[in-house]
């Protein structure tokens, strides 16, 4: 895990229109609580605290390309549909299922981690994220056919 000492991070912002904007999206903060700690603070450098790539990778001494693909490949996991129906509060999608989802689509977490938490075979959690696809898919085809 990455730490990074406040007076570093309070040095990037001597400039007053370098502060970060104080009052952030709520849905950003509950979907960013749900990274992985060293993912949720780039994103959060980057999305709440408005710095550029460079200045975030430099604050978290990475070097910018690599900064740059893991923002990159995060804010498509973020925006991912399913994503976006999984942490819905409106879901019919049993709970179990949909933490399980979230850990795996969201977090990257492997089938073999999941599998060792949750007491599942591997080949259970497999099917159970395939359903949960299944399941996304048969409620996206209801809100495009007007079902819902």
């Known amino acids: 895990m990455i730490t990074i000492d406040p007076t570093v991070l309070a040095r990037k912002f001597d400039h007053p229109a370098e502060r970060p904007d104080p009052r952030p999206s709520s849905a950003l903060h509950q979907r960013l609580a ?10 959060q450098l980057v999305l709440v605290d408005r710095l550029s790539i460079r200045r975030a990778a430099s604050v978290l001494s990475l070097c910018p390309g690599t900064a740059c693909r893991r ?3 995060l804010r498509g ?4 549909p399913l994503v976006s129906a999984l942490l819905s509060r409106t879901t019919d999608l049993p709970e179990d ?15 073999r981690e999941l599998a060792a938490e949750t007491g599942k075979t ?27």
């Not at 996991?77 to 991912?80: H, K, P, S």
């Not at 299922?97 to 089938?111: E, K, N, S």
């Not at 994220?129 to 007007?146: Q, Y």
């Open 34 to 43: 749900l990274l992985p700690p060293d993912d949720r603070l780039l994103m």
């Open 71 to 73: 923002v990159r490949r």
């Open 77 to 80: 996991r973020l925006e991912q």
């Open 97 to 111: 299922l949909r933490l399980l989802a979230i850990d795996h689509f969201l977090r990257r977490r492997r089938l």
């Open 122 to 148: 591997t080949r259970q959690v497999k099917a159970a994220l395939e359903f949960v696809k299944v399941w996304w898919r048969a409620s996206a085809n209801r809100r495009s056919s007007g079902a819902f």
